[in-house]
């Protein structure tokens, strides 16, 4: 799935373009406000805009504009004057929804959008520009919670066609590398209870992966670990998974943890490494923006060709990769090594 951009080949396509940061950053302060879980929690699953006057403790000037502009970008439906969800935002933008993607969104406004506003300082410099280093995320327990939900909106979506993706069968234990809070994991042993959880993540992490263990109700089903994988050394398990973690790293960096990931996989299992991979042929504008989110706020990360993961895994060791499409945007190498 593409997004379609506007046709450049015109003055008004050129400025429909230029001007998309205003209908994203609409939608960012609509989550920010929780609009859309109030909505989707008012007595008659919708409101006027005199209602979400009252329920936001808005101001009121513009309101009906921001509301309107928001079900012309169809992620609210207006009838009669009442604003409801579209069927996309009930199952993905209301806080209390098993599929909320909000977390992400979030972080998007906090952190990203801040940042993409110094791409031309990023650009010239090479330096990132969020101002705030994942160390010091992990000493703030709200902006590390902020982190989390960012994680755990991609793991909502992707848990399930990973899980679809790869045979579990035969197996007995899965790994999670920078799992953060364990909320794929708990997918995965939820959905293959043969298997033995385990998740490494720095120390800070431990007790949000208590606090979700006891929240799904698998409490002893996922192991958490702290430590950082490039100093300590990683659990061992038949399969380890690396999933939106190597594009934090630069070329050297992601070498190395897959040479390190061949050492915590068990003779006869399996590196599942995905992320948002670039093809040869700038197609994905999705990717590109994520590659370019890795320049504004990690000190040389990207995203990378799957060539380039299968190189590092053939030079590891690993027998035999497989690259597959997963999902919408991701790619998903899985490197097996002989019994």
């Given amino acids: 799935m593409t997004t379609i951009p506007p046709d450049v080949s015109t003055a008004a396509g ?23 879980t109030q909505l989707q929690e008012a007595p008659s699953g919708g409101a006027t805009a005199e209602e979400i006057k009252g329920l936001l403790s808005l101001h009121g000037r513009g309101l009906s504009d921001f509301l309107d502009l928001l079900v012309a970008l169809k992620v609210l439906q207006r009838t009669d004057g009442v604003y409801r969800n579209a069927p996309g935002t009930a199952k993905h933008l209301v806080r209390t929804g098993d599929a909320y993607v909000g ?3 979030l972080r998007s406004s906090r952190n990203l959008y801040p940042a993409w506003g110094r791409l031309e300082e990023a650009l010239r410099t090479g330096k990132q520009q969020s101002g705030s280093h994942y160390d010091e995320v992990t000493q703030n327990p709200a902006i590390l919670r902020q982190f989390i939900g960012s994680m755990d909106a991609f793991t909502n979506v992707l848990g399930a066609q990973l899980i679809e993706a790869f045979d579990w069968s035969g197996f007995t234990s899965v790994l999670d590398v920078g799992g953060a809070r364990g909320n794929l994991c708990s997918q995965i042993v939820k959905a293959q209870p043969h298997l033995a959880g385990h998740v490494f993540d720095l120390p800070e992490m ?20 702290g430590g950082s994988f490039f100093s300590d050394p990683l659990p061992q398990a038949e399969i380890v998974v ?24 068990l003779p006869g299992g399996t590196l599942l490494v995905y992320d948002r991979m670039l093809d040869d042929e700038p197609e994905h504008a999705e990717n590109l923006v994520i590659s370019l989110d890795m320049l504004l706020v990690t000190d040389g990360g990207s995203e990378y060709p799957a060539a380039e993961i299968v190189g590092y895994a053939e030079h590891a ?23």
């Fill in 14 to 36: 050129i400025l429909r373009l230029g001007n998309a940061f205003c209908d994203a950053k609409a939608l960012l302060t609509a989550v920010e406000l929780d609009l859309f």
């Fill in 103 to 105: 977390g992400f969104l």
């Fill in 206 to 225: 431990a007790p949000f992966a208590k606090e979700l263990a006891e929240e799904l109700g698998i409490p002893g089903k996922v192991e958490f670990h």
């Fill in 242 to 265: 690396m999933g939106h973690v190597l594009h934090d790293w630069d070329p050297s960096q992601r070498s190395y943890l897959i040479h390190k990931a061949y050492d915590a996989v």
């Fill in 317 to 339: 060791g690993f027998a035999g990769t497989e690259v597959k499409l997963l999902g919408d945007y991701d790619t998903l190498v899985v490197a097996r090594k002989a019994a």
